[in-house]
């Protein structure tokens, strides 16, 4: 029931309408009695700053942030966590004591269902494919979370060297062993497979109209590396597929999307998501 004192939270995100944010922080919310609504509301650059104005103006929670907003947001907030001024972007902001505070939850969410498939993340070797946003929010928390090591597979394109050296600072202030190799290295990389604990696929091979690619040769892979796939929709990759057949430990991205969000939710509400009934509705929907 809304009251008079019902508390907004939402999301600022452009496209905005397929999020399934609100489906699960209502469904939290209703679960754990709390008196707020989460909304979807359309921001792009034009009216970005407006509506960060208005978490103030309206007392809401908080926000989720999403594509276009995670790193123009910035300028406009008070405070920013480790995790979220190390990756450079946000996708959380907690209204704290009327100050703004972004964080990033996308790696420890991620972090969260890694250790929920009973792995532990410290002194672990960690290899990444790709090395997009959410890559980089992965690597930065794999970091803070002390893995042994980070090699992350990047195309070696325009964007190469810039990429290189900000991952190359995260690795000075994280104390972590992070390097960038080409992804084109096919040698390197069956090097680095032969110890790695954990294979990441942080491109979109696997989805849309990248549905029958594999990042790598699963050839390459052997049952002592777990692999997750960030990618959701499909559930099953054709890549997490061939992983599951090659007997590795497999998982998708809905582990991340959920944990993100029941991080957040606890960011906002000092209670946890409970996750025993969110986890069916993300389930089923496809
Ligand atoms: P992004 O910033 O566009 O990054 C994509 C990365 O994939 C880039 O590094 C890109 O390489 C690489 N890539 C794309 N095609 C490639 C190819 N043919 N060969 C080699 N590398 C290739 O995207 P993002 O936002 O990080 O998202 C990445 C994936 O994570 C998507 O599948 C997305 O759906 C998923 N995701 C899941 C969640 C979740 O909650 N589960 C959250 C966020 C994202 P270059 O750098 O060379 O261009």
Known sequence: MISGKTRIA??????????????????????????????????DQTNLKQAVESIRTFNMLGV????????????YLDELSQEAQLIGAVNTIVHRDNRLIGYNTDGMGFMRSVNE??????????????AGGAAKAIVVQAALDQAKEIVIYK??????????????????????????????????L???????????????????????MVPIDPQLLHPKIAVFDLIYSPRETRFLK???????????????LLYQGAIAFELWTGQTMPIEKIQPLLDSKE
């Not at 069956?190 to 029958?212: F, S």
């Open 117 to 130: 498939a009973g792995i532990a993340i410290k002194d672990k070797k960690v290899t990444m494919l790709g």
């Open 10 to 43: 939402g999301i600022f995100a452009s496209p905005v309408s397929h999020s399934l944010s609100p489906l699960m922080h209502n469904t939290a919310f209703q679960a754990r009695s709390i008196d707020a609504i989460y909304l979807a509301f359309t921001v």
């Open 155 to 188: 195309r070696k394109n325009a964007t190469f060297a810039s990429v290189a050296s900000t991952f190359q600072k995260i690795a000075e202030q994280t104390g972590c062993h992070i390097t960038i190799k080409d992804y084109a290295d096919t040698e390197q």
């Open 242 to 256: 061939e992983a599951k057949a090659q007997g590795c430990l497999t998982r998708n991205g809905l582990g991340m």
């Open 190 to 212: 069956k090097k680095d497979l032969e110890d790695t604990d954990l294979l990441i696929n942080g491109t979109d091979m696997g989805m849309g109209e990248k549905k029958e």
């Open 64 to 75: 989720n942030l999403s594509m276009p907003n995670k790193i123009a947001v910035i300028p």
